[in-house]
């Protein structure tokens, strides 16, 4: 790889992890879901990677946007932690199937929730709701865990699948080859 590739590597994950630490602010909370729990389309720049830059990028893309928003939101320190292993349980789980091309894409995409909402469960079940528990003095949080994985954390991440599934197809999967056509012709 040339050191041009590299350079337009790295302003490509920048640009992307720019525009995914924007897309972070814009939540929107799910009705009958607990309140914390909020989706966001700050994925789909990963995803752009993804697809452009090779898995690597599209996992530096989550780690950077959750950094910034750790930076900008220090008494949260659950909430980008989630984010981040939502978001590259996500991505792996395409990268594996698809191998960064346009294969299986929605056996993937579905996978790829599946994939996501289990590790989430396991996850919070475990460790977050645990944390945030006892970081923020919430009882309650640490006695209903359960209820809380099964009623709030299973639907949240199925929705959040099946958003970003139906963005790739309307906004990424158009865009993926206008990117790739224009990083190739400027080499």
Request: charged share 10%.
């Amino acid at each position: 790889m040339t050191q041009m590739n590299k350079t337009r590597r790295l302003i490509l994950i920048s640009l992307l992890s720019a525009i995914a630490f924007i897309l972070m602010f814009l939540k929107v909370p799910v009705p009958f879901l607990p309140p914390y729990l909020t989706i966001d389309i700050s994925d789909l720049p990963a995803i752009i990677a993804l697809f452009t830059v090779g898995p690597v990028g599209a996992i530096l893309v989550e780690f950077i946007k959750n950094v910034l928003n750790f930076a900008m939101n220090m008494s949260d320190p659950i909430g980008p932690i989630a984010n981040f292993l939502a978001g590259a349980s996500f991505i792996l789980t395409l990268f594996l199937i698809t191998k960064g091309k346009f294969n299986n894409i929605l056996l993937s995409f579905g996978l790829a929730t599946i994939v996501m909402t289990i590790v989430m469960s396991i996850m919070n079940y475990f460790v977050l709701l645990p944390m945030y528990g006892m970081i923020m003095n919430l009882s309650d949080v640490v006695k209903n865990v359960q209820v809380i994985v099964t009623a709030g954390i299973i639907p949240f991440n199925v929705i959040k699948g099946a958003l970003l599934t139906l963005l790739f197809f309307i906004v990424v999967k158009p865009l993926v080859p206008i990117l790739n056509k224009q990083v190739k012709s400027n080499q």
